[in-house]
């Protein structure tokens, strides 16, 4: 059946409304979103119908209330299924999900080398992704999202990127090589959309997604939509300067926030360490500094190594300076912390301490609403599968 462009944004906010915060009753959504009774019982009808919807049965209240009881409606699981694909360093990640955002199936492609130029082609994803959809023939996909490690430049089909790995990497191979629905979006915008649609929080506030790698990314989903998406320059936070007196940075400015927090310079950091100090734990770890990985300075961190310590302790205080700036320039309520170095808890406690040191009185975000989400190598391929839902489903602008 044919529906207007109206009734599929009324069907589309419905839906949008249960992702977020379901399971919920019929009245909870004509409250929410001011549609009308009659219109979110007939759409509600065709979803349960389409089997995009199932009833959990009555809601259990203590509160004595007049007329019929709530009947609790939920995003049914299974049914449509959505593939995520993650571009990273290391390998190509898929994941499959169905429409409830339950991960069903997981797969790796990894390369013998960081950025292998042999390995980490378009040929090479696009038969790796037509690999991991084989596995999956006996269920519908709807759509595949793919988090890129850069901005998507659409008219070109490519990655705006500063890693001359990315730069002239062509995408158009991928939205055509399987007849399916195809989206592209910067692995954090990516991420910061799935939280919102999957977080555990009941609320649909605006929140910062800050993720820390390689390089460093800031996206912000506000009034229930990805901030700036269509601008390159939003979120790039990782060239804000902490310190003008600070390293030199590729960009040609003194002292950004990625000389001191990436992954990237991290590692050079150590490696530095590997040449200078001789007591270093990283001589144990590695038998050359060209084998240093984040990981291995991670376990130098472990073992009690000085100078890796001040390494991400400084690292960690820059960190915290750019959170508290940035609570006082964007509106959000929550901040969520991504990235294999907040995962120590020494490290995170120190984080909480710089803020709760240097809060600005009125910023209304507090270090209790803080929180890592644990890091994985599948997050981004999670991602690319809720921007799939959310491009599919949802009407995602």
Not at 170 to 183: H, I, K, R
Request: contains cysteine; negative net charge.
């Amino acid at each position: 059946m044919t529906i207007s462009p109206k009734q599929l944004a009324l069907r589309q906010q419905v839906l949008d409304q249960l992702y977020v915060h379901g399971p919920l009753s019929r009245t909870d959504i004509v409250h929410n979103t001011g549609i009308t009774p009659a219109t979110v019982s007939t759409i509600t009808g065709a979803l349960l119908e389409d089997h995009y919807l199932d009833e959990l049965g009555e809601a259990h209240t203590t509160a004595v209330q007049a007329g019929r009881k709530k009947v609790l409606l939920q995003i049914a699981p299974g049914q449509r299924h959505f593939v995520g694909v993650d571009l990273g360093a290391k390998g190509f990640y898929f994941v499959l999900v169905d429409q409830q955002g339950q991960v069903l199936d997981r797969v790796a492609h990894r390369f013998s080398h960081v950025f292998d130029p042999s390995e980490s082609t378009p040929s090479t994803l696009v038969t790796a992704l037509g690999a991991f959809l084989a596995r999956h023939q006996e269920v519908p996909i709807q759509a595949v999202g793919v988090a890129l490690p850069g901005h998507y430049l659409a008219a070109a089909q490519q990655i705006a990127s500063n890693h001359p790995h990315w730069l002239g990497f062509d995408l158009a191979p991928v939205s055509q090589a399987f007849g399916l629905p195809t989206y592209f979006e910067n692995n954090a915008h990516a991420m910061a959309w799935t939280e919102r649609l999957f977080s555990t929080t009941p609320l649909d506030d605006n929140f910062i997604f800050l993720h820390v790698a390689r390089g460093i990314f800031c996206s912000t989903v506000h009034d229930g939509a990805l901030y700036g998406r269509q601008n390159p320059l939003v979120g790039e936070i990782a060239h804000t300067v902490v310190n003008p007196e600070g390293t030199l940075c590729e960009c040609g400015r003194h002292g950004c926030l990625c000389t001191y927090a990436s992954e990237n310079d991290i590692i050079a950091k150590a490696r530095l360490l590997y040449e200078t100090a001789p007591r270093t734990y990283l001589r144990q770890l590695v038998s050359d500094p060209a084998q240093i990985t984040f990981t291995t300075v991670l376990q130098a961190y472990d073992l009690g190594d000085d100078g890796v310590i001040n390494t991400l302790n400084v690292a960690i205080k820059y960190l915290a300076a750019e959170l508290n700036n940035l609570t006082l320039m964007i509106d959000a309520r929550r901040l969520i912390l991504h990235g294999r170095i907040f995962d120590r808890p020494a490290l995170f406690e120190r984080l909480q301490q710089y803020l709760n040191d240097n809060q600005f009185q009125f910023t209304s975000v507090t270090p209790k609403r803080l929180t890592v989400k644990p890091f994985t190598e599948f997050d981004g391929a999670i991602g690319g599968a809720g921007l799939a839902i959310g491009q599919e489903l949802l009407g995602m602008a």
